[in-house]
């Protein structure tokens, strides 16, 4: 009744309590954290562990979060900020697709390796290898390695349906001091202009027709 958020861990028996202040929990949907760059972590403690979204019974919800750390806390889409939606009837996570990635791999890495196998193998007629990370996740492996727990689907009391993006609710720009301090890290750094082509006279390479023969 009280409201209090807990979250056991059965592997190392740590559990992790939170006071919502919110009344009786209807409702937890519990995902994997989203990618990396989906979102910034907010401080030293790394990547979400997991993101926990929940559903009171007078229809307040918001997000929690579990860190490495074990610590447990309200997200950047806490139950304070999502109250501008109004009251919520239902929610859940929306599945998303992988992030893009760069392609690009310096020379000798694994993906460099792997393509040069897959055309080796294509031009000697032997099946072409793939790379183990081409294969796509199933299930809750493709939440954890996409976006799992970056959308919340809500339907709201008059019957709307309303996405939350809970990766992007807080502010990505640094602080004043920090933009300045960038700036002039930039300004400061010298343009790397590419050095024109020698000029070269074309009469000078050129030889003299061979003598003809006696």
């Not at 109004?86 to 929610?91: E, N, Q």
């Not at 460099?112 to 007629?125: D, K, L, N, T, Y």
């Not at 790379?131 to 799992?148: I, K, T």
Request: glycine share 10%.
């Amino acid at each position: 009744a009280e409201g209090r958020l807990s979250v056991w861990d059965t592997a190392s028996g740590r559990c992790a309590t939170l006071p919502t202040g919110f009344g009786t929990v209807r409702r937890i949907h519990a995902t994997s954290g989203p990618h990396p760059a989906l979102y910034l972590p907010p401080d030293a403690t790394g990547p979400i562990r997991m993101r926990l979204a929940v559903l009171f019974a007078a229809g307040q919800f918001g997000v929690y979060e579990l860190d490495w750390a074990g610590r447990l806390r309200a997200g950047h889409a806490s139950p304070l900020v999502c109250v501008r939606a109004g009251r919520a009837l239902d929610m859940a996570w929306v599945p998303l697709p992988l992030p893009p990635v760069s392609t690009a791999s310096p020379p000798g890495s694994s993906s460099a390796s792997s393509r040069r196998e897959s055309r080796e193998g294509s031009v000697h007629g032997q099946p072409a290898t793939q790379p183990a990370a081409a294969a796509a996740p199933a299930g809750s492996a493709a939440m954890a390695a996409g976006g799992g727990g970056s959308v919340l689907a809500i339907v709201t009391e008059d019957g709307a349906l309303a996405m939350l993006d809970v990766s992007q609710a807080h502010d990505r720009l640094p602080h004043p001091h920090k933009r300045t301090a960038l700036l002039r890290e930039l300004l400061a750094t010298p343009a790397l202009v590419p050095a024109p082509p020698p000029v070269t006279n074309p009469f000078e390479s050129a030889q003299p027709p061979p003598l003809p023969a006696l």
